[in-house]
């Protein structure tokens, strides 16, 4: 039985979602989105200036900096490598007050600070003595004025209150899913679960009553839990919801909160076994993109053994250790033979299917590929990472208008969604369109300043012959390797769009050592065409183990 207070709270809880499906069903009218202004984004070293978000950063953390000396070097980033006189720096800074020139000095002496600089060497802000300053380091400047959605986005939709549920609605009525209310309900149903003290007594209740006020049906097994947390602890249930909430997001700080989410949910439940393959998850995704697969691979390898140990049925568990056989042990068969065992065990699990579908890509088994792909979609259909999967079907098939199409509906569910714009980027660099090849690497990299999204710019600039442009990413990779993990195959891209094939093979063989996750894509990536008739790409692709 549950109590009359918790009656009170559940009926409180759906007038609430009522509202949120009102409003659901308002958005999908066609309400237009406002824009937002113009803006320019500045890369140097392992620094990031954001003009409209007036913020500096540094390896992706903000750098707290006086508006002045924002100002300051705003000024001379968009006059890079020309000297600033004291004067024209008073007038564009001050231009309403009459100010000492010491108050320049002491915002260059704050520049100075926050960008690291010595007094033996000026690596960014030169001293043109008695005249002024000259900013002399390497620059990429971007102009993000076609990605004003992104802006105005950004921060509104990633914030996430004390608790959350998860509500696995399937659309019923087999219309397009995009033109659904339901295909909204889910992300949009992100709310304080704490408030019930029965959270996973009303959870089916709650679900099955907002899915017959739109009319769809709830799929085969009716009677299922909506969430399966795989827990009676409640409070380990939500650190488990949180953390795939921000493992969701892709980024180094959302994988970082993940993570903590995630071994929160192991202190209160030391046997919740899903939590374990979550931690495996969030590592294998931390691997080559930010920290170095040595290290964040046996992690996850640890993490999924384990949530194995507890539940040897969990699907999770086997298609984490799957990744990790498949990116990072090389070992295909036994990659093959997890993922196969998890959809034996859950054959409704997305993951199994969609990871299965990408182990299948990876060695050009298209066909196969794509019956799996279209049970994730069909389990799953407001996954973004199961639309990328759609979209990587197409590319990798030569169907580059699907794939255009499929990321773009991608990016009206969620317009920072960076891993789209980096697989739109690979999409137009084959189709031929380097223009907008540039330009969906460019939005990627706003969004993230990950090495790996900005050695695939570089790569797009050398192909369209902007050297300077490739060279000073490049530049600025190698800065940052002396502060963070860079992995050798973003340089290895870089030097291929150069058509430098000497250095690009010298950062590949670096990359096999790192044992990068990468280099599973050398029989289908985009970014090794130019090399494929070298022997030495022939040999590579022999030690990566691929099948025969």
């Known amino acids: 039985m549950v109590s009359q207070t918790s009656l009170s709270s559940r009926r409180q809880y759906l007038g609430f979602l009522m509202k949120v499906l009102t409003?659901?069903?308002?958005?999908?009218?066609?309400?237009?989105?406002?824009?937002?202004?113009?803006?320019?984004?500045?890369?140097?070293?392992?620094?990031?200036?954001?003009?409209?978000?007036?913020?500096?950063?540094?390896?992706?953390?903000?750098?707290?900096?006086?508006?002045?000396?924002?100002?300051v070097l705003l000024v001379l980033l968009r006059n890079q490598g020309r000297l600033v006189t004291k004067d024209k720096l008073l007038a564009e800074v001050w231009p309403d007050a009459f100010v000492e020139e010491a108050n320049l000095s002491v915002n260059i002496a704050r520049l100075r600070k926050a960008l690291d600089e010595d007094n033996a060497k000026r690596r960014y802000i030169e001293t043109v003595p008695k005249r002024g300053y000259r900013f002399v380091a390497g620059l990429s400047e971007f102009n993000c004025d076609s990605s004003q959605t992104l802006k105005e986005n950004k921060g509104k939709r990633h914030q996430i209150p004390d608790s959350v549920a998860v509500l696995d609605l399937e659309n019923a009525s087999r219309g397009p899913v995009s033109e659904h209310p339901s295909a909204e309900l889910t992300k949009s149903i992100i709310c304080g679960l704490s408030q019930l003290q029965d959270l996973l007594v009303v959870q089916e209740e709650i679900a099955t009553e907002i899915s017959e006020r739109l009319r769809t049906g709830l799929t085969v097994d009716k009677k299922r839990p909506i969430v399966k947390c795989h827990t009676d602890n409640s409070e380990a249930c939500n650190s488990y919801l949180k953390g795939r909430y921000h493992w969701n997001k892709f980024a180094q700080k959302s994988l970082g909160q993940a993570i903590a989410y995630f071994?929160?949910?192991?202190?209160?439940?030391?046997?919740?076994?899903?939590?374990?393959?979550?931690?495996?998850d969030s590592y294998h995704r931390l691997s080559d993109n930010y920290l170095p697969t040595a290290e964040t691979m046996p992690l996850a390898r640890l993490a999924a053994t384990k949530a194995l140990e507890i539940d040897e049925t969990l699907a999770e568990a086997h298609t984490a250790l799957g990744m990790v056989w498949m990116f990072y042990s090389r070992d295909w068969s036994a990659a093959e033979q997890e993922f196969s065992r998890a959809i034996e065990l859950s054959p409704r699990c997305s993951m199994a299917h969609q990871r299965l579908a990408l182990y299948f890509s990876l060695l050009g088994r298209f066909d196969e590929a794509k019956s799996e792909i279209h049970m994730a979609i069909e389990l799953d259909p407001l996954s973004l990472h199961t639309s990328q999967v759609v979209a990587l079907q197409f590319f990798l098939k030569g169907d580059f208008e699907q794939a255009i199409e499929q990321q773009q509906k991608t990016l009206e569910t969620d317009p920072n969604y960076h891993p789209a714009y980096y697989l739109l980027g690979w999409v137009y660099k084959r189709k031929g369109d380097l223009a907008k090849a540039v330009d969906s690497f460019v939005k990627a990299a706003v969004l993230d300043d990950c090495p790996l999204l900005l050695g695939a710019l570089a790569h797009a600039y050398g192909l369209t012959g902007n050297r300077i442009k490739a060279l000073s990413i490049l530049d600025g990779l190698e800065e940052q390797s002396?502060?963070?993990?860079?992995?050798?195959?973003?340089r290895a891209v870089a030097y291929i769009g150069l058509d430098e094939k000497d250095q690009a093979f010298y950062w590949l063989e670096k990359a096999l050592q790192e044992r990068s996750v990468m280099l599973t894509w050398l029989k289908v990536g985009s970014e090794f065409d130019d090399l494929r008739d070298d022997p030495r790409f022939r040999d590579l692709l022999r030690r990566v183990n691929f099948p025969a």
């Open 23 to 71: 409003n659901v069903q308002k958005k999908s009218n066609g309400n237009p989105t406002p824009t937002s202004r113009a803006d320019h984004v500045y890369y140097f070293g392992p620094f990031c200036l954001k003009q409209g978000e007036q913020q500096l950063l540094r390896n992706g953390e903000s750098i707290r900096l006086a508006p002045k000396a924002f100002d």
């Open 263 to 280: 071994r929160q949910a192991i202190e209160v439940d030391p046997t919740y076994a899903l939590a374990y393959a979550g931690l495996a």
């Open 482 to 490: 002396k502060r963070r993990y860079v992995s050798s195959y973003s």
